[in-house]
């Protein structure tokens, strides 16, 4: 099994026009925070990115980077779909 693979995957809007995107590890959602996210500050954000890289050196559960990601989804105001 992939290191940082979600049990349950977290889709979001990811642009304006009504795009969605389905993540389904902690690789996708780092990549997300660094590379397609709408903010680039808060405390959620910069907490989601440190925790995802725990998960990817294997030193936390992935579930917690899933959780870090849709508290820095809620910071930022970032529609998600219902879990």
């Given at each position: ?11 979001y ?6 795009g969605?995107?389905?993540i389904t ?6 990549r997300a925070?660094l590379l397609?996210?709408?903010?680039d500050e ?6 989601a990115?440190?925790?995802c890289?725990?998960?990817l050196e294997?030193?936390?559960?992935p579930e ?6 849709l508290?820095?989804?809620?910071e ?8």
């Open positions: 099994m992939e290191r940082g693979h979600w049990n349950r995957p977290v889709t809007e990811e642009d304006d026009q009504g969605y995107r389905t590890s902690t690789e996708e959602a780092a925070l397609a996210w709408p903010v808060g405390k959620e954000y910069f907490a990115q440190r925790i890289l725990a998960v294997g030193r936390q559960a917690l980077a899933r959780e870090a990601f508290k820095a989804a809620a930022a105001g970032v529609f998600v779909r219902d879990q």
